[in-house]
């Protein structure tokens, strides 16, 4: 192995391909990394971190500014990328790769402050709150986001002095590989951060190996178990951002128009594929009906088209397999006595299309209520009044988003800040990640948090260092 720790190829390597799921057709064809490939990878990342753990971070903050000028000087090709691997439409893209960039100027200019030494008065001596980077960070991530989930753990991460591995999703890797590209044109160390093209199967493996010092994951429950299982196995710091099933109250006095317009655009964040989508509409029963039609108006204009184009609305899924099952979601809850008020139809046409789809009368035992609906479908769940609203948002295995819809802006801050069971609520907005505001979760939506201080800190080691004369 090499200095630069070169990942050896071989004819015989497993390979995976990509799908355009706006089609089906197949795309292009990448090799995947093997464990001991992983491995060295890993070794050469913590060789590199010791180096870069002495860099300034005027040095460090030069390197992560330009990477955000790389992105935004190529953001309509890294767009067009994620339309060709996922699905997204190009202006979502480009409004994700924009994201990126502000978030990497953000922690480039902000992560000296948030480092810096903490003073603490304890009456003798001097004493004092220090950050040292942990190490090597594997984060294995998903492909909702394939850039702004990646810049969002990367840039702090890098500022604080730490080394990187990349585990992406399987369906982005182009995304993932020209995330490495951009931070190695920038002046990231090329051993410092590597993408792997690792399958699942191996990240445990990964994990437990001893250059890995964290292990940062943005991904399903399921995926978040067996993470912490791995990570807690050896004893190391895990974060973890998982799904979601953010519930928005609709209280009796919201302008009813209004909520609908915020209440949608809440549900079709990329296409409804995110963790912190709007899922669930708790409405006040005195207004439910005419919230209903409003809604059905409102989620009826994102209409299907083609991704590539700019002003399109609603791309496809991210897989047939996706679409599937967000459908049997939805025929299983009417089956169940919810009723359909828009959509619901699978397309006739090739590749992973699902239209905007209603559900009304929703209650608990059907899919809409108790799974989280990763796909374009708003549930609207009817309350007796505001506390059986807020007892239904609570009711949820989840707690990463919230939101509370009110023309009494008093009262909505008192729901969202003291009664609402979630990592963030938002009023009269829908809710979004901010580098400048901690992003995360309670109960399976995951610990930990990301952007901000908080989220710095987090792959930090908070030493606290006392130093008084001898004698």
């Given at each position: 192995?090499?200095?630069?720790?070169?990942?050896?190829?071989?004819?015989?390597?497993?390979?995976?391909?990509?799908?355009?799921?706006?089609?089906?057709?197949?795309?292009?064809?990448?090799?995947?990394?093997?464990?001991?490939?992983?491995?060295?990878?890993?070794?050469?990342?913590?060789?590199?971190?010791?180096?870069?753990?002495?860099?300034?971070?005027?040095?460090?903050?030069?390197?992560?500014?330009?990477?955000?000028?790389?992105?935004?000087?190529?953001?309509?090709?890294?767009?067009?990328?994620?339309?060709?691997?996922?699905?997204?439409?190009?202006?979502?893209?480009?409004?994700?790769?924009?994201?990126?960039?502000?978030?990497?100027?953000?922690?480039?200019?902000?992560?000296?402050?948030?480092?810096?030494?903490?003073?603490?008065?304890?009456?003798?001596?001097?004493?004092?709150?220090?950050?040292?980077?942990?190490?090597?960070?594997?984060?294995?991530?998903?492909?909702?986001?394939?850039?702004?989930?990646?810049?969002?753990?990367?840039?702090?991460?890098?500022?604080?002095?730490?080394?990187?591995?990349?585990?992406?999703?399987?369906?982005?890797?182009?995304?993932?590989?020209?995330?490495?590209?951009?931070?190695?044109?920038?002046?990231?160390?090329?051993?410092?951060?590597?993408?792997?093209?690792?399958?699942?199967?191996?990240?445990?493996?990964?994990?437990?190996?001893?250059?890995?010092?964290?292990?940062?994951?943005?991904?399903?429950?399921?995926?978040?178990?067996?993470?912490?299982?791995?990570?807690?196995?050896?004893?190391?710091?895990?974060?973890?951002?998982?799904?979601?099933?953010?519930?928005?109250?609709?209280?009796?006095?919201?302008?009813?128009?209004?909520?609908?317009?915020?209440?949608?655009?809440?549900?079709?964040?990329?296409?409804?594929?995110?963790?912190?989508?709007?899922?669930?509409?708790?409405?006040?029963?005195?207004?439910?009906?005419?919230?209903?039609?409003?809604?059905?108006?409102?989620?009826?204009?994102?209409?299907?088209?083609?991704?590539?184009?700019?002003?399109?609305?609603?791309?496809?899924?991210?897989?047939?397999?996706?679409?599937?099952?967000?459908?049997?979601?939805?025929?299983?809850?009417?089956?169940?006595?919810?009723?359909?008020?828009?959509?619901?139809?699978?397309?006739?046409?090739?590749?992973?299309?699902?239209?905007?789809?209603?559900?009304?009368?929703?209650?608990?035992?059907?899919?809409?209520?108790?799974?989280?609906?990763?796909?374009?479908?708003?549930?609207?769940?009817?309350?007796?009044?505001?506390?059986?609203?807020?007892?239904?948002?609570?009711?949820?295995?989840?707690?990463?988003?919230?939101?509370?819809?009110?023309?009494?802006?008093?009262?909505?801050?008192?729901?969202?800040?003291?009664?609402?069971?979630?990592?963030?609520?938002?009023?009269?907005?829908?809710?979004?990640?901010?580098?400048?505001?901690?992003?995360?979760?309670?109960?399976?939506?995951?610990?930990?948090?990301?952007?901000?201080?908080?989220?710095?800190?987090?792959?930090?080691n908070i030493k606290t260092v006392h130093v008084k004369p001898l004698g």
């Amino acid at each position: 192995m090499s200095e630069q720790a070169e990942l050896n190829r071989s004819d015989s390597r497993q390979k995976i391909q990509t799908v355009n799921p706006a089609n089906a057709e197949p795309g292009k064809t990448y090799e995947e990394t093997s464990l001991d490939e992983a491995k060295a990878a890993a070794a050469a990342a913590r060789k590199a971190f010791l180096d870069w753990r002495r860099s300034s971070f005027a040095e460090r903050s030069a390197i992560i500014h330009k990477a955000a000028e790389i992105l935004r000087a190529r953001k309509d090709e890294f767009a067009r990328l994620m339309t060709d691997e996922m699905g997204k439409t190009f202006d979502e893209g480009r409004a994700e790769v924009e994201k990126c960039a502000f978030h990497c100027d953000w922690f480039a200019d902000q992560a000296q402050d948030y480092l810096a030494h903490d003073p603490v008065d304890i009456g003798a001596g001097e004493t004092f709150v220090t950050f040292n980077p942990l190490g090597v960070v594997l984060a294995v991530m998903p492909w909702n986001f394939p850039f702004w989930q990646v810049f969002r753990f990367a840039a702090p991460a890098l500022m604080a002095g730490n080394g990187a591995l990349l585990k992406h999703a399987s369906n982005v890797p182009g995304c993932a590989l020209a995330i490495e590209e951009v931070l190695h044109e920038a002046g990231v160390p090329r051993d410092l951060f590597r993408t792997l093209i690792l399958p699942s199967r191996e990240v445990e493996a990964l994990i437990k190996d001893a250059n890995v010092g964290a292990v940062t994951l943005t991904g399903s429950v399921e995926a978040g178990r067996s993470v912490a299982t791995a990570a807690g196995s050896v004893l190391k710091k895990c974060v973890l951002e998982l799904g979601g099933s953010d519930a928005y109250v609709i209280l009796d006095d919201a302008d009813i128009e209004a909520a609908a317009k915020i209440a949608a655009t809440a549900r079709m964040v990329n296409g409804g594929q995110s963790c912190i989508a709007g899922k669930r509409f708790i409405v006040v029963r005195s207004i439910a009906e005419p919230f209903e039609r409003a809604l059905v108006e409102a989620m009826r204009r994102y209409e299907m088209g083609d991704p590539t184009e700019e002003g399109t609305k609603l791309g496809p899924m991210v897989s047939v397999k996706a679409r599937d099952e967000v459908h049997a979601q939805v025929t299983g809850s009417v089956d169940k006595g919810a009723r359909l008020l828009l959509g619901g139809q699978v397309p006739d046409r090739a590749g992973a299309w699902y239209p905007p789809t209603v559900l009304s009368d929703v209650r608990p035992g059907q899919p809409a209520h108790d799974k989280e609906v990763f796909g374009p479908v708003a549930a609207i769940i009817s309350a007796a009044d505001e506390a059986d609203a807020v007892r239904i948002a609570n009711d949820s295995e989840f707690g990463l988003g919230s939101g509370v819809l009110t023309s009494d802006v008093d009262r909505g801050r008192r729901i969202a800040s003291q009664e609402l069971e979630a990592g963030m609520s938002f009023v009269n907005e829908n809710v979004r990640s901010d580098p400048r505001t901690p992003f995360g979760g309670v109960k399976h939506s995951g610990y930990g948090r990301e952007c901000s201080a908080f989220g710095i800190r987090e792959f930090v080691n908070i030493k606290t260092v006392h130093v008084k004369p001898l004698g």
